[in-house]
């Protein structure tokens, strides 16, 4: 049984912080590792991509692209993956098929802005479907199937100008 003035952590676990600024013998004295004078010797510097005046590499590089502060992040979902639910029998082809029901069958993990209907693979049968955004070709494999395809991309969403 080990006792408490012998319990110690174990070899190289932690490693000691290195003291500076405590006199000539310990190696780290009198400037502290930070040399001479100069900004660099003072506290409180943030030069990070300071280049002496000449120009930043950074502002020298093209930018490309521009992201919108109103983009909306959707859920996609293709047709196979919903024909693939009711194969399945995790969606009922009977019931509308919404997006809480999407979430339900795990179709969908969570809605973000909204789900957005991709065309890729086919329906067999009528489905009621209401998504926030569909594709042109997801819209007509759904009416092509016999179905209604609603989406509500509501007014009251969009930014203001």
Known sequence: MTKLNEIADNEGSSKWRMRVGRGPGSGKGKTAG???KGQKARS???????????M??????????FKSLFRKAYAEVNLWRIAQA????????????????LIAAGVVRRAKDGVRLLGQGEIKGKLDITVHS?????RKAVEA???KLTTKVAAAEEPQA
């Open 34 to 36: 930070r040399g001479v």
């Open 134 to 138: 569909a594709t042109a070709s997801a």
């Open 86 to 101: 009711i194969e399945t029998g995790k969606l009922d082809a009977k019931k509308p098929i919404d997006v809480q029901a």
């Open 145 to 147: 199937a016999g179905g």
């Open 56 to 65: 930043p590499l950074h502002m020298r590089l093209p930018k490309r692209g």
């Open 44 to 54: 409180g510097v943030a030069i990070a991509g300071f280049e002496g005046g000449q």
